[in-house]
């Protein structure tokens, strides 16, 4: 289903198995040979109402048995297992290779997870016992906005739902990274700090590789004036006038001018936009996203009107396959589900 030479056809593809497991819908992008980003969208999961339906975020008060439901299914759709932190909006970036172990079903969780006994998931999951999960390590909730690794077999997850994840990958060391830059984490250097680490790791800056994934875009990101301008000062040209009339930011187009500053130039950032983009418009007719756009209050057009109209297939708000706090907020709803971007090498 995953193969990442083709977009996954939800409209073949139910959201749940026979058995009621969840099907993720990803897209994945090669960013590199043997090296694999995959967004996840809010299509084939098991949460309901405001979380609807693949969320993968532990902290915001979905039932942490679809949670876990969902992340163990995409475990199993990306064929890696998943290493989550708590990301904090911080310049930090971690090295997971020596802390690494399986201590859940889906792989390594110190985010922070909420588990259903109402305790954070900085131990062994006691659901997970039976699956050779190692019980013996117990990890504390590690708050970094960056991961790096140098292991296959590890996909790095960034969680988002407007911030910007960028993904990074040395194809000659094996190093790969992903970094979670939200517009503080931006003005904190954390992408210069996550390719400081990889490098620290045997990654050479002139070989690093890095794509873009989905976040709200400059047209939608709507600051206060004095936010924009400092923004601006220290990532110039990223001010924008949005779509709402009010002064923005452009977290892209600073994340574009941090990877530069840090040696990776414009020519090695890898485009997702083609492959979302097609994806998009492949399923402006599936159901269960008609079904989840009827509760983002943005009028009543069609699916595929709705798509048609968006002019920036990554932008979090504009396009609906995405989870966007900006989105859920226009809409008056108090939750919203989390989306993961992430990278793995094959081994």
């Not at 588990?115 to 039976?130: K, L, P, V, Y």
């Not at 396959?321 to 993961?340: D, F, I, Q």
């Amino acid at each position: 289903m995953n193969d990442p030479a083709n977009i996954v056809d939800s409209n073949a593809i139910p959201p749940v198995d026979e058995s009621g497991n969840p099907i993720p819908v990803t897209i994945p992008v090669i960013l590199a040979p043997g090296i694999t980003v995959t967004y996840t969208t809010r299509l084939g999961g098991v949460s309901q109402d405001d979380y609807a339906a693949c969320n993968l975020g532990g902290k915001s008060g979905d039932d942490p048995k679809h949670v876990l439901a969902n992340r163990v299914a995409l475990r199993t759709a990306v064929g890696a297992d998943l290493s989550l932190i708590s990301q904090v909006h911080s310049g930090e970036a971690v090295d997971v290779d020596g802390s690494f172990t399986i201590n859940t079903p889906f792989g390594f969780d110190v985010s922070g997870t909420v588990r259903a006994d109402g305790t954070a998931a900085d131990a062994a999951n006691s659901e997970a016992t039976d699956t050779g999960v190692d019980t013996d390590r117990q990890p504390q909730v590690v708050a970094a906005d960056g991961q790096v690794t140098s292991r296959t077999g590890i996909a790095l997850g960034i969680f988002a739902a407007d911030c910007l994840p960028v993904l990074m990958a040395d194809p000659v060391s094996g190093i790969i990274a992903g970094a979670h830059c939200g517009r503080r984490g931006l003005e904190r250097d954390i992408i210069a700090h996550t390719i400081d680490l990889m490098c620290s790791k045997g990654a050479e800056r002139s070989r690093i590789v890095a794509t873009l994934g989905p976040c709200i875009c400059g047209d939608c990101y709507e600051v206060g004036g004095d936010i924009a301008d400092a923004f601006d000062a220290k990532f110039p040209g990223t001010y924008t006038l949005t779509r709402f009339g009010g002064p923005g930011i452009d977290i892209a187009a600073a994340a574009r001018q941090c990877l530069d500053k840090a040696g990776v130039s414009a020519e090695r950032i890898i485009d997702s936009r083609p492959r979302v983009a097609a994806a998009t418009q492949y399923l402006a007719q599936d159901q269960e996203l008609r079904d989840l756009c009827r509760i983002d209050n943005e009028g009543d057009p069609e699916l595929d009107e709705r798509v048609g109209a968006i002019k920036h297939s990554l932008c979090t708000l504009e396009n609906p396959l995405w989870y966007s706090h900006r989105r859920a907020a226009l809409a008056k709803k108090t939750h919203e589900g989390r989306m993961l971007a992430l990278i793995s090498r094959q081994a």
